[in-house]
Structures are given as C-alpha cells and as structure tokens.
C-alpha cells in the first residue's frame, strides 16, 4: 500500500489517509466540501458544496497521476435527499461518458454540517 497526500486538497481531520493506492487502484477518503486555501466551505450551497467536494478529489487524484476519468466508482453522502438534483448536476458537469458506478445515500449527519461529501475509487 502507499498513501496519497497532497496540499492542495483539505488534509485528513481523522486517522485516515486522503487516499490509498493498492493492486492499480486509488481509494479516496470521503472528501468534505472544504477549500483547502481558506479551510472552509465554499460560499453558497449544495452546488458549490458539491464542486469542491469534486475539486478535492481531483487534486488527490492528480497527486497520484490520474483523473476523474479513472474514477470507476464513487459514492455520494448527502444531508438532504432534496439535493440530490442540484448535485448531480454539477456531478455531470465534472465527469464524462462513460461515467463510473455511483451509489448516493442520504445520511443524518455529515461532520462539520456538510451538504455533501464524495469518495472514489480509480484505477490506472
């Protein structure tokens, strides 16, 4: 196993790593919508919240040398059902055909009272 780890994504607030690589995959941790510049969410709402979410895990994943187009799965947490539409649009916005598995749940709670957080897994 190797750890990922990059600056340029919100850094582990747990005994986690941002992302493992194992046998040709990449597993992301769940990525919070949180700016690594300025260690908040962004400004607005699920979209923004979704957005970011997405930038962190690109940014990890170019740690690693790959992209969202080697993403083969994700999951999806989100506070509210109710966001689902606004997230995947934003979510479609960001990957192309073919897109990767996806399953989305709606959970109680997120930490730090996130919209939305995202993880992934990609393989070479």
């Known amino acids: 196993m190797k750890a990922i780890a990059t600056q340029k994504a919100p850094a582990a607030i747990g005994p986690y790593s941002q992302a ?6 990449v597993y992301l941790s769940g990525q ?3 700016d690594p510049a300025t260690g908040q969410f962004p400004e607005g709402g699920i979209k ?14 170019q740690e690693a ?4 187009c ?7 947490l989100l506070s509210d059902i109710a966001n ?3 997230m995947n649009e934003v979510y479609a916005e960001m990957f192309a055909s073919p897109f990767p598995g996806r ?5 109680r709670d ?3 009272g996130a919209l939305v957080e995202i993880e992934m897994i990609a393989a070479r």
Not at 49 to 60: F, P, V, Y
Not at 65 to 68: K, W
Not at 70 to 76: E, F, G, I, L, P
């Open 70 to 76: 080697n993403v083969v799965k994700t999951t999806v």
């Open 32 to 34: 919070l919508p949180i």
């Open 20 to 25: 493992i690589e194992a046998n040709g995959f």
């Open 110 to 112: 997120l930490p730090k």
């Open 65 to 68: 040398g790959l992209d969202l």
């Open 48 to 61: 923004e919240q979704t957005r970011q979410s997405l930038l962190n895990a690109k940014a990890i994943l």
């Open 103 to 107: 399953s989305a749940f709606a959970v």
């Open 84 to 86: 689902f539409g606004p």
